[in-house]
């Protein structure tokens, strides 16, 4: 029987590719950028399996002209890029790539945090321009101010894996933990010694405000004109989970008034951020491009996800990180 044919949107690691390629005949988008739009269209028309990854619109366009498309194999934890509803109504699986990027997630956003709260990305760059110099001061009692973090309150929105482990390394710094979630995750307040609190609560309480929530409907904007006035005027505000969670002209609008203390962002609305973006004028904010789990060892992970997903669905078995349970109802997994 002739190998299921499997387009990846994105080149991987060899290992992986050869691991793939004795089971599917593989073709690999090989360019940095990532496919666009139209030449996706072209490239499911073929296609029995796909990789994508989160810069891929998966949308119902895409997967009417996917005729033969059986399960796409998404490179993330995240998946609103796909349109689920359609690919379960069609029997398309879906399969996403959970649990093994917490800690390089969780990493980054203390990285983010320690960067914003002692201005490491400014005072880098008032030493590495000649500012410091310039300024033929070597030390001042008010020079580079910042936050320590002990006593502070750090408000976690969103306590899953990443949320929960961001906590964790919380308690290390001696820090007082809020969080808020759609649940209650009481093993984990036990386990911690932290506290539930409704998101105005926490937005008002909170030094450090940390999102670790999925995009969805009820979430997109989530933070808000509203919200960010209700937060403290020093206030930080730290995002490595979806961009639009946060409406970014109302915390352009925040930063430029003053509503809070500063932002550390690894993720935004529109990606790549645009050349002169606004949010790149202000010194109280550390951006980095989308590198939560840009790690080795995470990304790597990532790739072999994926691929038993694959090779689970070839050989007719349940993927093990099904997203669209309901699809198995419509469609038994394999290509046959």
Same mark, same amino acid.
């Given at each position: ?22 089971h ?12 666009p ?10 296609a ?20 033969? @498309?059986? +399960? $796409?194999?998404?490179?993330?934890? #995240?998946?609103?890029?796909?349109? &689920?509803?359609? =690919?379960?109504?069609?029997? %398309?699986?879906?399969t ?27 005072a ?21 101010l ?7 309150? @750090?408000? +976690? $929105?969103?306590?899953?894996?990443? #949320?929960?482990?961001?906590?964790? &390394?919380?308690? =290390?710094?001696?820090?007082? %933990? ?28 909170a030094?450090?405000?940390s ?22 005027r ?21 930063l ?5 203390g ?13 050349l002169?973006?606004?949010l ?8 980095t491009p ?14 072999e ?32």
């Amino acid at each position: 029987m002739e190998k299921p044919r499997l387009f990846i949107s994105r080149e991987l690691f060899k290992d992986i590719i050869e691991r793939l390629s004795e089971h599917f005949q593989v073709e690999v988008w090989d360019r940095y950028k990532p496919p666009p739009y139209k030449v996706l269209l072209e490239k499911v028309k073929d296609a029995d399996a796909l990789i994508s990854l989160l810069t891929d619109r998966i949308d119902e366009k895409v997967l009417e002209e996917a005729e033969n @498309l059986r +399960i $796409i194999a998404q490179y993330a934890v #995240g998946f609103d890029n796909i349109n &689920i509803e359609a =690919a379960t109504e069609r029997g %398309i699986y879906v399969t996403n790539t959970p649990e093994v990027l917490t800690e390089s997630t969780a990493e980054l956003t203390w990285a983010l945090i320690l960067a914003t709260a002692r201005r490491i990305v400014e005072a880098d760059i008032f030493t590495r321009w000649g500012e410091w110099w310039r300024k033929n001061t070597g030390w001042h009692p008010k020079m580079m101010l910042g936050m320590e973090l002990k006593n502070k309150i @750090l408000g +976690i $929105i969103g306590l899953g894996r990443i #949320g929960g482990r961001v906590a964790e &390394i919380g308690k =290390a710094f001696g820090m007082k %933990i809020i969080y808020y979630d759609v649940e209650r995750k009481r093993k984990l307040e036990e386990k911690l010694s932290i506290k539930y609190r409704g998101l105005e609560e926490l937005l008002r309480e909170a030094d450090i405000i940390s999102i670790h929530t999925p995009l969805t409907r009820k979430t997109r904007h989530l933070i808000n004109e509203e919200k960010l006035k209700m937060m403290k005027r020093t206030a930080i505000l730290i995002n490595t989970a979806r961009g639009a969670v946060i409406d970014t002209k109302a915390l352009v609008k925040a930063l430029r008034e003053k509503w809070i203390g500063g932002a550390g962002l690894d993720v935004y609305e529109e990606e790549p951020l645009t050349l002169n973006h606004p949010l790149t004028a202000f010194k109280n904010v550390v951006l980095t491009p989308h590198i939560g789990s840009a790690t080795y060892k995470a990304r790597h992970a990532m790739a072999e996800i994926a691929a038993e997903n694959l090779i689970a669905f070839k050989n007719g078995e349940e993927p093990p990180n099904l997203v669209n349970r309901e699809v198995v109802k419509v469609r038994k997994p394999g290509f046959k």
